[in-house]
Nanobody
Framework: QVQLVESGGGLVQPGGSLRLSCAAS????????IAWFRQAPGKEREAVSC????????DYADSVKGRFTISRDNGEKMAFLQMNSLEPGDAVTYYC?????????????????????WGQGAQVTVYS
């Protein structure tokens, strides 16, 4: 079955960096875009970034542009989110997701309803 497992969350001071990883299995990883979302308690899941199946296209939420970088390794079936210049507002749980279902992905990637499979989440804490 489809499985997505995030890792790399943790504690960091404002201005620090973390790199999240997403290990995928159970589907043809190199045929799907991969997205990262994040969610604070009591709030809706928010789109962060998405990368195309063939590495050639990425997109980001305005709130993370210039600070976060998404990447993937199809051979290892892994996706990554490099997070730099972290701010207190980035301190939430991050999820990776396989999809989206609809094409072209660039027009729908930010809608959480487009995704059927999610990881369990990785917690990021920013403290001063």
């Amino acid at each position: 079955q489809v499985q997505l497992v995030e890792s790399g969350g943790g504690l960091v001071q404002p201005g620090g960096s973390l790199r999240l990883s997403c290990a995928a299995s159970g589907f043809d990883f190199d045929n799907y875009a991969i997205a990262w979302f994040r969610q604070a308690p009591g709030k809706e899941r928010e789109a962060v970034s998405c990368i195309s199946s063939s590495y050639d296209s990425t997109d980001y939420a305005d709130s993370v542009k210039g600070r976060f970088t998404i990447s993937r390794d199809n051979g290892e079936k892994m996706a990554f989110l490099q997070m730099n210049s972290l701010e207190p507002g980035d301190a939430v749980t991050y999820y990776c997701a396989e999809g989206p279902r609809s094409l072209p992905w660039a027009s729908v990637w930010s809608a959480a309803v487009e995704y059927d499979y999610w990881g369990q989440g990785a917690q990021v804490t920013v403290y001063s």
